[in-house]
Antibody, heavy 112, light 109 residues
Framework: QVHLVESGGGVVQPGRSLRLSCAASEFSFSSYGMHWVRQAPGKGLEWVSVIWYDGSYKYYADSVKGRFTISRDNAKNTLYLQMNSLRAEDTAVYYC?????WGQGTLVTVSS | QSALTQPASVSGSPGQSITISCTGTSSDVGGYNFVSWYQQHPGKAPKLMIYEVSNRPSGVSIRFSGTKSGNTASLTISGLQAEDEADYYCSSYTSNAGVFGTGTRVTVL
């Protein structure tokens, strides 16, 4: 069974950085593009970023462009999201997803 | 990257059929056959119900079906059951990005 497990969430002050990870197992990780999707408390889903299967292309939502960086390590079956210059509006549960599979999410809270 | 438009809520009685619409533009829903539908129960991760407009993943009930006409996609749930009560989101590919719908709360009366 496919497992995607996010980690790295927590409480962080505005302007600071955080790096999320998503570990994949029982999944041909290196064959699939990977996404980050977030959901603010009580709100809908928001697509954040995608990275091609080989890391060759990366795209971002306008709301995070220039602040967030997506990357992957296919040798470790792990996806990352480096989040810099965090804002209160970045507070959300962050999910990694691919090919219909989703992790359980990790909560990021940006607050002073 | 504007969100796709869905009705805020749809309700129906057990056994009835309901349809949720998802309206975008020719740059997303209308331009590609990459529309997906997700079901989300409170506190849970989204679950893929339909992909590429009308395809059901293995294990998803045949009561769920998807269609598309122009810039609007639709999800129909037939034979509504109590367990179908959840939030539903459409999503579409759009020029090197993804976009989700605003979400629809389905209530089983």
């Amino acid at each position: 069974q496919v497992h995607l497990v996010e980690s790295g969430g927590g409480v962080v002050q505005p302007g600071r950085s955080l790096r999320l990870s998503c570990a994949a197992s029982e999944f041909s990780f290196s064959s699939y593009g990977m996404h980050w999707v977030r959901q603010a408390p009580g709100k809908g889903l928001e697509w954040v970023s995608v990275i091609w299967y080989d890391g060759s292309y990366k795209y971002y939502a306008d709301s995070v462009k220039g602040r967030f960086t997506i990357s992957r390590d296919n040798a470790k079956n792990t996806l990352y999201l480096q989040m810099n210059s965090l804002r209160a509006e970045d507070t959300a549960v962050y999910y990694c997803a691919a090919s219909g599979y989703w992790g359980q999410g990790t909560l990021v809270t940006v607050s002073s | 990257q504007s969100a796709l438009t869905q009705p805020a809520s749809v309700s129906g009685s057990p056994g009835q059929s309901i349809t949720i619409s998802c309206t975008g533009t020719s740059s997303d829903v209308g331009g590609y056959n990459f529309v997906s539908w997700y079901q989300q129960h409170p506190g849970k991760a989204p679950k893929l119900m339909i992909y590429e407009v009308s395809n059901r993943p293995s294990g998803v009930s045949i009561r769920f079906s998807g269609t598309k006409s122009g810039n609007t996609a639709s999800l129909t749930i037939s034979g509504l059951q109590a367990e179908d009560e959840a939030d539903y989101y459409c999503s579409s590919y759009t020029s090197n990005a993804g976009v989700f719908g605003t979400g629809t709360r389905v209530t089983v009366l």
